[in-house]
């Protein structure tokens, strides 16, 4: 045992060596400078949510305000909504374009055109599957400015507007009965101020007597900008020696109000498509009978400048009266 032990030192020396020599610097050389400890790295922030800087890191300055996040479009099931932005019509198809511009073609082509002619015409046009209000519009000479060329009043259509009017009397003593009885929806004094005052609504046409006007006129700011409120020009103050039934009959049988707006036009819905067309006629006559008898003193030159006939869904015909 001893005798293998001193043959294999011989064998390890040169290795032990050169493993020294490795390890230890040569002669002449520069010693190894020892690596610095590496700086712990800071945690990034998100584009889109940065770190607001205290004021004073940046200085004496103000702060910058911070820059809101951009909000995300509005989603649908979490798919994004296509051509449907607010206040912009969505786009009409190839086949309703060419039926459009045939329409206004044709109607451009004979200009303004007799009465019933117009209404013949109406009645071809109709694309809507319901049935569509008959509108007219007439263009009046006159300057809405001046106090006494102001063209407001009613009229009572003898085949009506097609459709059931609510009507609300304020009045008080028998003529409560008696306007129920011809068919007014609501009727009262006090009561019926005080609902209106509380936000009640649901009325087309309101009627007042003369002697409860005082009270009636402290809903001016609640039906004035409705153009429900009751005035003489319209028709829908009763005197005091008025029939109110025989007001209530009118205006429930299809009486319009009609009032020039600050472009001098007048518009008003005269029937329905569904009507014949004499009846059709005979309340556009009415209506513009009406308008001509409603003309101020003051007006020179061109009263009626313009009267076309439209449905809800069709282009405006000119006719000539």
């Known amino acids: ?62 702060a910058a305000p911070a820059v809101p996040a951009p ?45 019933k002619l117009a209404i013949n015409l109406l009645k071809q046009i109709k ?25 407001r009043g009613s009229v009572a259509l003898p085949h009506g507007i097609g459709k059931s009017v609510r009507v609300i009397v304020f009045c008080q003593g028998d003529n409560i009965g008696k306007a129920k009885e011809a068919g007014a929806d609501e009727a009262g004094a006090d009561d019926l101020v005080k609902k ?9 046409v309101a009627l007042a007597m003369q002697d ?22 319209a028709g829908t103050v009763i005197t005091a020696g008025g029939d109110v039934g025989a007001s209530v009959r009118e205006f429930k049988a299809g ?26 006629a005979d309340n556009i006559t009415a209506f513009v009978d009406q308008v001509k008898a409603a003309k101020p003193a003051s007006v020179k030159g061109h009263y009626i400048k313009s009267i076309t006939l439209s449905a809800t869904m069709t282009p405006g015909i000119p006719v000539s009266m």
Request: hydrophobic share 35%; glycine share 12%.
């Open 212 to 233: 409860m006007m005082g009270q009636v006129s402290r809903l001016g700011r609640t039906l004035g900008p409705r153009g429900l409120m009751p005035t003489p020009k």
């Open 1 to 62: 045992m001893a005798k293998k032990k001193t043959e294999a030192a011989p064998d390890a020396a040169p290795e032990a060596a050169a493993a020294n020599a490795a390890e230890a610097p040569a002669v002449g050389a520069e010693p190894k400078k020892a690596k610095a400890p590496k700086a712990p790295k800071e945690p990034k922030t998100k584009p889109d949510a940065p770190a607001a800087a205290s004021p004073a890191a940046k200085g004496d300055g103000p």
């Open 127 to 151: 694309r809507a599957k319901f049935d569509e209000t008959v509108e007219i519009h007439m263009w009046l000479g006159v300057d809405t400015t001046q106090n006494d060329q102001m063209v």
């Open 255 to 280: 009486k319009v109000e009609y009032r020039a707006d600050k472009g001098g036009n007048v518009h008003a819905g005269v029937g329905k498509m569904s009507f014949d067309e004499q009846k059709l």
């Open 196 to 204: 209106v005052q509380g936000g009640w609504l649901d009325f087309d």
């Open 71 to 115: 909000v995300a479009a509005p989603t649908e099931g979490g798919v994004k909504k296509k051509g449907k932005k607010p206040g912009v019509a969505p786009r009409l198809g190839k086949k309703l374009k060419s039926h459009l511009k045939n329409i206004q073609q044709k109607i451009g082509k004979e200009g303004s055109r007799p009465l």
